[in-house]
């Protein structure tokens, strides 16, 4: 990084080239190579085929999918709840890291925060898609029409509505307010139609010292508005199903457990995104094994909570033997049994004793296993919530088992490719990397000399932004 | 449009030292700001003289949403009175959860729309005073001055601090 040779007491931004900093930082958005041509392509084609599918089951029916009676909710309800679990660490992560100051938090926010946008695009297409008649989805906004029909309210899937409507349009705008001067640094950097679209999009941000004081109050006051917003999202979810009274879903831990669970898969999530731009960009001198480090050290955080929540869940219908709520449990070590050793292997017995090793943290290759292990073992645990509890509801008479059919998975492979495709355009044309907080964190780190060693110091300015917000 | 004289320093220190140097010019308050590419600490090299007032817009943004929250939870039970699960029509633990999502839902767009019409965006005025080397680790020292006696003091101060290059320029800060 250096570029000028430092001296004593100058901060690390005085001694790096910056022009070679960003054009580290931006390298998604000045090289375009064959992968991501090709990346894009692939994910493009399994979208379409993803389309292609939908549209065939919106025009013959829902009886094209595995539904049957009583399992009327199957792979897309559990979809839903594990995408829009995937959402939740990106955007929480960024605010808890940038309220608590977190100086190592720069280089993981951008990335994160659209992990969570675009998670959550996919996250919200799902109740349209199961809707059945789904082009009646208008039904659900409240406007006067001659039917005189208006949205129950009453109804946990319209609080569901409106929670990740505003957590979808909380997380785009912190995601975009958190991008505006990094805009405005490509606006300056670039020609041609690139110019102007980076420059309606900068929305006339300088950097005068007046507009940087207000950005950073709005970025804490967006912080520490999302961070409820975030946690009543999936609490919401959760009471999708809490509020039936079906086995093994009305349980009033069902909120906390889900909000762990999607913070869980979220972190999960942050450190694969993390993983493949550093490899996909050669970041690896920004996202460094200290980054993998940290996020490695809340995983192992929440692979705690999440067995001890799911302990705690388990343990009380155990003891109690509610006949309706231990016929859903054992059916666990029936016919989903599959599904509940993956559960418990994946999210526990796996990354917990591997995150516990620090030679595992710092390894950007190590840690992708517990990670991945995390987002697979996740979402079984929302099939094995999901469905269970229809197929073995509260009379024998109408058990049924249930399992997908090609439809379900092709829609549902369509969905994951929407994903990859909207983040690498993203890449392409938005700057992955916040450079102006990877800026500003050099900005006010010095070399300090303490006694026979010098170790970094990073200033803050105590109090001002929180003085407002 | 006014006359704005633009130095370029190499960093924090001289940008700070002809921050000092133009206070003895008696310039108005908010006349003087920098331009950076970093976030500099409010006093380390000017003043930001006006009060942050936008997080106000944000909690009135919150009751608003609160208020239309509540609105449309209780239009619709009364539009569309239907029994569900044996609860009364107008039921509180459901108001309070539409109420919430939306008061929130209000208080970031108001933080948005307080914040960005406080930061200036969305106004694109045809001369703004802009210097791309800013993204070099340049630190664009900007004065609006009224009259040559108070440019050329201002230029001079700017100079004797360790400008790079001082210019003025006619344009809006």
Same mark, same amino acid.
């Given at each position: 990084?250096?570029?000028?040779?430092?001296? !004593?007491?100058?901060?690390?931004?005085?001694?790096?080239?910056?022009?070679?900093?960003?054009?580290?930082?931006?390298?998604?958005?000045?090289?375009?190579?064959?992968?991501?041509y090709l990346g894009v392509g692939i994910a493009g084609a399994v979208l379409l085929w993803g389309v292609i599918v939908f549209m065939y089951m919106a025009l013959?029916?829902?009886?094209?999918?595995?539904?049957?009676?009583?399992?009327?909710?199957?792979?897309?309800?559990?979809?839903?709840?594990? $995408?829009?679990?995937?959402?939740?660490?990106?955007?929480?992560?960024?605010?808890?890291?940038?309220?608590? &100051?977190?100086?190592?938090? /720069?280089?993981?926010?951008?990335?994160?925060?659209?992990?969570?946008?675009f998670?959550?695009m996919v996250?919200?297409l799902i109740?349209i898609i199961?809707?059945?008649?789904n082009?009646?989805?208008?039904?659900?906004?409240?406007?006067?029409?001659?039917?005189?029909?208006?949205?129950?309210? #009453?109804? !946990?899937?319209?609080?569901?509505?409106?929670?990740?409507?505003?957590?979808?349009?909380?997380?785009?705008?912190?995601?975009?307010?958190?991008?505006?001067?990094?805009?405005?640094?490509?606006?300056?950097?670039?020609?041609?139609?690139?110019?102007?679209?980076?420059?309606?999009?900068?929305? =006339?941000?300088?950097?005068?010292?007046?507009? $940087?004081?207000?950005?950073?109050?709005?970025?804490?006051?967006?912080?520490?508005?999302?961070?409820?917003?975030?946690?009543?999202?999936?609490?919401?979810?959760?009471?999708?199903?809490?509020?039936?009274?079906?086995?093994?879903?009305?349980?009033?831990?069902?909120?906390?457990?889900?909000?762990?669970?999607? @913070?869980?898969?979220?972190?999960?999530?942050?450190?694969?995104?993390?993983?493949?731009?550093?490899?996909?960009?050669?970041?690896?001198?920004?996202?460094?094994?200290?980054?993998?480090?940290?996020?490695?050290?809340?995983?192992?955080?929440?692979?705690?909570? $999440?067995?001890?929540?799911?302990?705690?869940?388990?343990?009380?219908? $155990?003891?109690?033997?509610?006949?309706?709520?231990?016929?859903?449990?054992?059916?666990? /070590?029936?016919?989903?049994?599959?599904?509940?050793?993956?559960? @418990?292997?994946?999210?526990?017995?796996?990354?917990?004793?591997?995150?516990?090793?620090?030679?595992?943290?710092?390894?950007?290759?190590?840690?992708?296993?517990? /990670?991945?292990?995390?987002?697979?073992?996740?979402?079984?645990?929302?099939?094995?919530?999901?469905?269970?509890?229809?197929?073995?509801?509260?009379?024998?008479?109408?058990?049924?088992?249930?399992?997908?059919?090609w439809v379900e998975f092709s829609v549902m492979a369509g969905a994951a490719a929407m994903f990859v495709l909207l983040y690498m355009l993203?890449?392409?044309?938005?700057?992955?990397?916040?450079?102006?907080?990877?800026?500003? #964190?050099?900005?006010?780190?010095?070399?300090?000399?303490?006694?026979?060693?010098?170790?970094?110091? @990073?200033?803050?300015?105590?109090?001002?932004?929180?003085?407002?917000? | 449009?006014?006359?704005?004289?633009?130095?370029?320093?190499?960093?924090?220190? %001289?940008? +700070?030292?002809?921050?000092?140097?133009?206070?003895?010019?008696?310039?108005?308050?908010?006349?003087?700001?920098?331009?950076?590419?970093?976030?500099?600490?409010?006093?380390?090299?000017?003043?930001? !003289?006006?009060?942050?007032?936008?997080?106000?817009? +944000?909690?009135?943004?919150?009751?608003?949403?609160? +208020?239309?929250?509540?609105?449309?939870?209780?239009?619709?039970?009364?539009?569309?009175?239907?029994?569900?699960?044996?609860?009364?029509?107008?039921?509180?633990?459901?108001?309070?959860?539409? %109420?919430?999502?939306? +008061?929130?839902? =209000?208080?970031?767009?108001?933080?948005?729309?307080?914040?960005?019409?406080?930061?200036?965006?969305?106004?694109?005025?045809?001369?703004?005073? &802009?210097?791309?080397?800013?993204?070099?680790?340049?630190?664009?020292?900007?004065?609006?001055?009224?009259?040559?006696?108070?440019? #050329?003091?201002?230029?001079?101060?700017?100079?004797?601090?360790?400008?790079?290059?001082?210019?003025?320029?006619?344009?809006?800060?």
């Amino acid at each position: 990084m250096s570029g000028v040779a430092p001296r !004593p007491g100058d901060h690390h931004l005085a001694h790096t080239d910056e022009a070679k900093l960003f054009e580290r930082l931006s390298r998604s958005n000045l090289v375009t190579t064959w992968k991501w041509y090709l990346g894009v392509g692939i994910a493009g084609a399994v979208l379409l085929w993803g389309v292609i599918v939908f549209m065939y089951m919106a025009l013959t029916g829902m009886g094209v999918t595995g539904y049957n009676k009583p399992v009327f909710w199957g792979l897309y309800e559990a979809s839903l709840v594990f $995408w829009i679990g995937l959402s939740h660490s990106g955007t929480l992560i960024s605010a808890i890291l940038r309220l608590t &100051h977190a100086t190592w938090r /720069a280089p993981v926010l951008r990335g994160a925060e659209a992990m969570t946008a675009f998670t959550l695009m996919v996250g919200g297409l799902i109740p349209i898609i199961h809707l059945g008649r789904n082009w009646r989805v208008y039904y659900a906004l409240p406007y006067p029409s001659s039917r005189e029909l208006w949205p129950n309210m #009453r109804s !946990p899937l319209m609080w569901d509505a409106m929670a990740i409507t505003t957590y979808l349009i909380g997380s785009l705008t912190f995601l975009y307010v958190g991008m505006i001067p990094d805009l405005a640094l490509l606006r300056d950097k670039s020609a041609g139609w690139r110019r102007k679209f980076y420059s309606a999009l900068s929305l =006339g941000f300088r950097g005068t010292h007046a507009q $940087w004081r207000r950005y950073h109050v709005a970025s804490t006051l967006f912080a520490i508005l999302i961070i409820p917003i975030a946690v009543s999202v999936h609490s919401i979810v959760s009471w999708d199903f809490a509020m039936a009274k079906v086995p093994g879903w009305h349980s009033t831990i069902f909120a906390p457990y889900f909000v762990v669970g999607a @913070i869980f898969s979220g972190i999960a999530g942050v450190v694969i995104v993390m993983a493949i731009l550093r490899k996909a960009f050669r970041l690896e001198s920004v996202l460094t094994p200290l980054h993998f480090d940290n996020l490695g050290k809340l995983l192992c955080t929440m692979t705690l909570l $999440w067995g001890y929540f799911y302990f705690t869940e388990f343990l009380t219908v $155990w003891y109690n033997r509610n006949p309706e709520e231990w016929e859903v449990f054992s059916s666990y /070590a029936g016919p989903y049994l599959p599904l509940f050793l993956t559960m @418990i292997v994946c999210n526990f017995v796996i990354p917990f004793p591997m995150l516990c090793l620090k030679r595992v943290r710092r390894s950007v290759s190590l840690i992708l296993v517990p /990670a991945i292990s995390i987002v697979i073992g996740m979402y079984a645990e929302r099939l094995l919530i999901v469905i269970p509890s229809l197929a073995r509801r509260n009379d024998p008479f109408i058990w049924a088992n249930y399992f997908p059919t090609w439809v379900e998975f092709s829609v549902m492979a369509g969905a994951a490719a929407m994903f990859v495709l909207l983040y690498m355009l993203f890449a392409k044309f938005f700057p992955i990397m916040a450079i102006s907080d990877i800026k500003e #964190r050099l900005f006010h780190t010095t070399d300090r000399t303490i006694g026979g060693t010098t170790v970094e110091s @990073i200033a803050r300015v105590e109090g001002e932004e929180e003085a407002h917000a | 449009m006014s006359t704005v004289i633009v130095g370029l320093f190499e960093g924090v220190e %001289t940008a +700070a030292r002809a921050g000092r140097a133009l206070k003895g010019l008696s310039l108005p308050a908010g006349s003087v700001t920098t331009i950076s590419a970093v976030p500099l600490p409010d006093g380390a090299v000017v003043t930001d !003289p006006a009060p942050i007032r936008f997080p106000r817009i +944000a909690i009135a943004g919150w009751f608003v949403g609160a +208020a239309a929250g509540l609105g449309l939870s209780l239009a619709t039970y009364m539009l569309y009175p239907l029994v569900t699960g044996g609860k009364t029509i107008v039921s509180v633990p459901p108001t309070l959860i539409i %109420t919430y999502e939306v +008061a929130m839902l =209000g208080a970031l767009l108001g933080t948005l729309f307080g914040g960005g019409r406080e930061m200036g965006l969305l106004r694109f005025p045809p001369k703004a005073i &802009h210097d791309p080397r800013i993204h070099d680790g340049k630190i664009a020292l900007c004065a609006r001055v009224e009259g040559d006696e108070q440019a #050329r003091r201002a230029i001079e101060a700017m100079r004797e601090a360790g400008g790079i290059e001082v210019r003025a320029e006619e344009g809006e800060l």
